[in-house]
């Protein structure tokens, strides 16, 4: 089939925004959305199926593309991110292992399971056609599917596309401009409190993404506003969605918020967003050296220098804060001069006793950050737009 047509039919239902890892049976579409939309080439699955969600509460379509080795990787959004939160994405998976068909060992299993894992998610799929007029059939059946907040994934088989070749890009480099380590003397605040100082900081433009757990949890209860989002599972992807989020909402403010545990699960997203670096986006790191929302089992932060690695990952800024004034100052700082900013303040382990969950589903907490985002005016302008 003609890649670049697929693509354009793609364009014209609203399909714009891709994520995804490479394989070789979709090479010449993702080359195809490098070359002709945004494309972020994500580390791995996971954060592909996060940034298109993030990218979809901002008002884009969306597209992940993975082989479908890598889908095992994306179970943990599809199933606790886009399920609970109702955000559906359009996907196209490739077939490696195809049983009857001579491939590598390594796919063989997968190859046989492919289409149960999908079945089993609840995810609607077909096996993309290699007709173009039935393809198009396809879209607008898939597109369907996307419109009632279902996500729907095209299984491609092996020859599908034919070639479309990447044109030669620059590669960017974005180099850290302030790295500022730590010193003695940590306050050590509590999680609530850090929370509230956060919160203190945020206005008109602000969008607050807090992790799973208590994270989110705790900040529900500091103020539960409309633009605010509570992460529930899908551990490790927060900076993920925060960076779709950014990326396809400029004009708004986008503050997320880490935890220890949450970062180490998936740390190629520091990666990923230093080299797409919003500078709209600041991604704060709380870290109290365990899983608290589990029963306090360690982790394994204490060993790790998180200044070191945002700031060789491209963070504009990677600052060690040492207290809640330093904090604040820093947030007021970024809201001046932007740039990606990466924030990490030590907390202790005590969280909120009784502390309460969100009163509102998932879906009903994005769906009411969806309007406030509509609703918003543009920075400079008179008037409403996502």
């Not at 047509?5 to 579409?29: D, Q, W, Y």
């Not at 990787?73 to 991110?81: E, F, G, W």
């Not at 605010?228 to 918020?257: E, R, T």
């Not at 009163?359 to 985002?373: S, T």
Request: contains cysteine.
């Amino acid at each position: 089939m003609d890649t670049k047509l697929l693509g354009e039919e793609l364009k014209k239902l609203g399909f714009t925004f891709f994520s995804g890892v490479p394989c070789s049976f979709l090479k010449s579409l993702i080359n195809y959305a490098i070359n002709e939309c945004d494309y972020v080439a994500a580390a791995n699955e996971g954060d592909a199926v996060a940034i298109a969600s993030g990218a979809y509460i901002g008002g884009k379509k969306a597209v992940v593309l993975m082989q479908n080795s890598g889908l095992t990787n994306a179970i943990s959004p599809l199933t606790s991110l886009n399920y609970p939160f109702h955000i559906p994405l359009l996907g196209f998976v490739s077939l490696r292992g195809e049983p009857g068909i001579p491939d590598e060992p390594q796919h063989e299993l997968m190859g046989r399971i492919t289409t149960q894992m999908l079945d089993v998610m609840g995810v609607e799929w077909q096996y993309l056609s290699k007709n173009l007029e039935e393809a198009k059939t396809q879209l607008i059946q898939a597109d369907e599917q996307i419109a009632r907040h279902r996500s729907f994934f095209f299984v491609v088989k092996k020859g599908t596309f034919d070639k479309k070749l990447l044109q030669k890009l620059e590669t960017s480099i974005h180099l850290n401009q302030i790295r500022q380590h730590g010193h003695a003397g940590h306050q050590m605040p509590t999680r609530y409190d850090a929370l509230s100082a956060i919160n203190s900081m945020k206005d008109d433009d602000t969008i607050q993404l807090a992790t799973t757990g208590k994270t989110g949890r705790e900040l529900y209860e500091i103020e539960d506003a409309a633009n605010n989002l509570y992460m529930v599972g899908s551990m490790g992807c927060i900076g993920s969605l925060g960076l779709g989020l950014a990326l396809s909402q400029p004009s708004k403010d986008i503050v997320v918020i880490d935890g220890d545990g949450s970062l180490l699960m998936r740390m190629g997203s520091l990666a990923t967003n230093g080299y797409y670096h919003p500078a709209n986006m600041v991604h704060i790191l709380l870290d109290n050296n365990a899983h608290e929302s589990t029963g306090g089992q360690s982790t394994v932060s204490h060993n790790v220098d998180f200044i070191d690695i945002a700031a060789s990952c491209g963070y504009t800024k990677s600052i060690y804060v040492h207290s809640l004034e330093e904090l604040k100052a820093c947030l007021q700082e970024w809201k001046v001069d932007k740039g990606l900013t990466f924030l990490y303040l030590k907390i202790s382990k005590h969280s909120k006793d009784q502390l309460a969950r969100p009163h509102m589903k998932p879906h009903e907490v994005k769906e009411r950050l969806q309007r406030f985002i509509h609703n918003s005016p543009l920075k400079g302008k008179g008037v409403g737009g996502s």
